[in-house]
C-alpha cells in the first residue's frame, strides 16, 4: 500500500531566528513523524509576528494532510500563536473554560493572572491536547495540531496527538557506505540505477571529517521490495568502484 | 540609525524532512548574520524536488534583501539546486568554464566524470563563491546566495561572501534571568513594559530543567539607549515579583 500522508511543520519564534535558541524540535518531530509513516514535506520557521504566522498556516494546512505547529503558546506577550491560528481560520478565540479547568489544576485562583489566562485562550471548535507536564494545553483545530516549543513538553503532546493521527505506509530506508569512495566517482553510476529504479528515492549524503569525506548512500521507498532491489544495485555500483579512492 | 537589511534561509534536502541528517546550519547561520547586522526574518526547508525549490526561492528573493540557501550542489543526481535556482530566475544553466576551471585544480582530466562536472553547472549571470575545502564553488546570482550542505564548507563559503553583503545596524540584545519566576507570574507587568517600550522587541523563553522551569527575559533592538531603558523596566519588574514563587 502506497496511501500517502504528508506533514508540515510550522517553527514560530524569534529567538529561533535570531540565534538565541537552538532548534531542537525539527529534527525530532522528523525522526518521530518518518517512524510512524507521515512524511514530513517542509518546515518554515517565521517571526513572533501574527499577520505573518497566519499566512504560513493557511499556506501549509491547505497544502498537506496535517500541519503542526511548536512555539508561541506560553503566557507571555509575545505569545501569539493562538490568535494567529484564529485568524488563518476565520474563528473567534477566548479563554475555553476546559482549558481554564486545566490550569486550575495547577494554579490557584489567586494565580490565575491574566497572563496565565492568556494559556487558555483557544479558537473556537478546536479539540484540547493536554499538558502533563504544566497543564496549559495544546490543540487541534481541522488538520493544524499547536504544540508547545519547549521540547519536553512537545514530545509528550506529540505521544498524546498520534494515535489519533491518519498514518500511512513506513519508509523503508537502506544505508549504503560508500566510506572514502567520492560522490564524484560513483555520481554517474548511481543516477543510472536512480534512472532505473524510480520506484524509490536515492540520495548521496557527504559528510566531511579530519580524514576527509565520508559518504553514505540511502535509498527509501515504502515498498520494502523495491528498496532491497535498488539497494542490491548500489551496493554492486560501490563495490564495483572501490578501486577509485579520489574522495568527493 | 535603523537602516535594516533582512534574510531569509532555504534548507535544501529530503535528509533534513526524513530526519536521517539533523540540521546544523540554520543556527550556525541565524548567529552569524545577526552578528554582522542582517535580520534573519524566514527559514524554509523543502525536499529535493525542483519545482519546490524553484517556488521556494522566488517567494522567498522577493520578499528579503538576500536569500541564503544550503544544500543540493554535489555531483549526484539528486543534486538539484543550481538547476532549481536557474529555473526560478528563469536563465540558462550550462557548465562554467571558471568553475570547471576550479575543478581542474583538483581533479585530474580522467577524474572528471560527468557526475563531477555537475558541480560546476552555474546558472548564466552567477558570480562564484569559492570553496577552499573541496574546490567545488557555490554561487551568487541576483540577491540569491548558494552555499553547500555540508556545515564546514557552508561555513568558509559564508566567510567569503559576508564582507560582500549589505549590512545593517547590529542588533543589541540584553538577557535578564528570571530564574524560576514564573512566566505566569510576569506576564501582566511584562506586557505593560512592551507596551511601554515599543522601540524594542521584547521575549520569555522559558527552558524546562530537571528542577523545574527556567526563565530568560531578552530585550532586543537597534537602538542601545532603548534597548538600556527597557532592560532597566524589566529587571526592576523581576527584583518586585521576585516574592512570587510559582513556576511558569
Not at 75 to 103: E, K, M, Q, Y
Not at 212 to 218: A, K, L, R
Amino acid at each position: 500500500m502506497t496511501d500517502s500522508v504528508t506533514a508540515a511543520l510550522l517553527v514560530i519564534g524569534d529567538e529561533i531566528l535570531s540565534g538565541r535558541t537552538k532548534d531542537k524540535n525539527i529534527g525530532y518531530i522528523a525522526d518521530y513523524l518518518t517512524a510512524i509513516g507521515i512524511d514530513l514535506c517542509e518546515v518554515r520557521v517565521v517571526a513572533d509576528v501574527e499577520g505573518d504566522i497566519a499566512a504560513a498556516v493557511n499556506a501549509l494546512r491547505q497544502r498537506y494532510t496535517y500541519l503542526f505547529t511548536t512555539g508561541g503558546i506560553g503566557p507571555t506577550h509575545d505569545d501569539i500563536t493562538a490568535d494567529s491560528v484564529a485568524r488563518a481560520f476565520g474563528v473567534p478565540i477566548d479563554h475555553d473554560p476546559r482549558a481554564v479547568a486545566l490550569l486550575k489544576e495547577r494554579y490557584q485562583d489567586h494565580e490565575l493572572t491574566e497572563a496565565r489566562l492568556r494559556m487558555a485562550r483557544i479558537p473556537e471548535g478546536a479539540d484540547l491536547i493536554l499538558n502533563p507536564i504544566s497543564k496549559a494545553p495544546g490543540f487541534r483545530i481541522g488538520n493544524v495540531i499547536v504544540m508547545a516549543g519547549v521540547p519536553s513538553i512537545m514530545q509528550a503532546m506529540l505521544d498524546l496527538v498520534a494515535p489519533t493521527l491518519r498514518t500511512g505506509a513506513r519508509m523503508v530506508v537502506e544505508t549504503i557506505e560508500a566510506g572514502s569512495l567520492g560522490e564524484g566517482a560513483y555520481g554517474d553510476g548511481l543516477a543510472l540505477v536512480a534512472k532505473e529504479h524510480a520506484d524509490v528515492s536515492i540520495g548521496s549524503y557527504p559528510s566531511f571529517t579530519s580524514t576527509g569525506f565520508n559518504n553514505q548512500i540511502v535509498v527509501r521507498g515504502k515498498d520494502p521490495a523495491a528498496v532491497a532491489r535498488a539497494s542490491e544495485a548500489v551496493r554492486a555500483l560501490v563495490v564495483s568502484l572501490k578501486s577509485d579512492r579520489v574522495p568527493l
